[in-house]
């Protein structure tokens, strides 16, 4: 992972949506309201409003995900209060923490969990789609820990991001959707938007942060297609996944139950 990613070169092919960030080709799968333009961030979205496989869909203004929380002004911070934030599950390293503090770290409202998804970073001699598989592969502890965190009192609504929130935020959501019913195309669809977000210059986030600038950053579907494909054919899905690191059937009943809300729900 070429970290932080390398300017983007705007000058030419697809130019992103300037509300959005995103392609335009994107656009027809993006729901008007699911990505926040809170200041300070880039990347923070709401992956509520998925149908499941059960009739369902998820739960709105329940679980969002996010690029890192480190530059929001108070108003932000407020915005966020309001939408009834209780948790953020922060995925990233310990030196990226020391370096860049998350704002909610300290704050005696909501609740602040850190859980390094990854010890080191695989990415150098596996690509992207082979940390995916290396999160599910070696790193279950983790992602069982982020899912009892959720299930704590008061655990949602939640945020779960990292620092562009794509990658390590990426397989862990993805994981959670698939565990609700989620279908892969959705999930692969919610992953690849991404990068459309990093596209356009951001003067909310001050010229000394590595996101002020329109960046390449990569989400490709068939990396996310890939990861989804290996989690069902190696650890028989999300729930037998999540079973094998010791969460129990009801645990992971009550956790959709509490991601999801009947189909049509605003």
């Not at 390398?6 to 300037?18: I, K, Q, S, Y």
């Not at 932000?76 to 990233?92: C, N, S, Y």
């Not at 068939?222 to 009801?250: I, K, Q, W």
């Amino acid at each position: 992972m070429t970290w932080p990613p390398p300017p983007l070169d705007v000058t030419g092919g697809e130019r992103p949506d300037t509300r959005t960030g995103v392609p335009s080709a994107a656009m027809p799968a993006l729901e008007p309201r699911r990505h926040l333009p809170l200041d300070g961030t880039r990347n923070v979205r709401d992956v509520g409003g998925y149908p499941t496989a059960d009739g369902r869909q998820t739960r709105w203004r329940t679980l969002l995900r996010s690029d890192e929380l480190t530059r929001l002004p108070a108003h932000a911070v407020d915005e966020l209060r309001e939408l009834g934030l209780r948790q953020v599950i922060d995925l990233r390293w310990p030196d990226e923490l020391e370096l860049s503090p998350n704002v909610f770290a300290a704050d005696p409202d909501v609740r602040y969990q850190h859980i390094a998804l990854l010890v080191d970073d695989p990415t150098p001699h596996s690509g992207l789609a082979g940390m995916y598989r290396h999160v599910l592969d070696e790193r279950l502890p983790q992602l069982v820990e982020v899912v009892r965190a959720l299930l704590e009192p008061g655990g949602l609504p939640a945020v779960i991001g990292c620092a562009a929130g794509k990658d390590r935020t990426g397989i862990t959501i993805a994981v959670l959707l698939s565990l609700c019913g989620v279908a892969d195309d959705v999930i692969v669809g919610d992953y690849e938007v991404s990068a459309g977000y990093f596209a356009i210059p951001n003067d909310t986030i001050p010229t000394g942060d590595w996101r002020h600038h329109p960046l390449i950053v990569d989400s490709p579907p068939e990396f996310m297609a890939s990861s989804l494909d290996h989690l069902r054919d190696v650890h028989g899905g999300a729930r037998a996944l999540l079973r094998s690191g010791g969460l129990t059937e009801r645990e992971l009943d009550t956790l959709v139950e509490l991601l999801t809300e009947p189909r049509g729900t605003d």
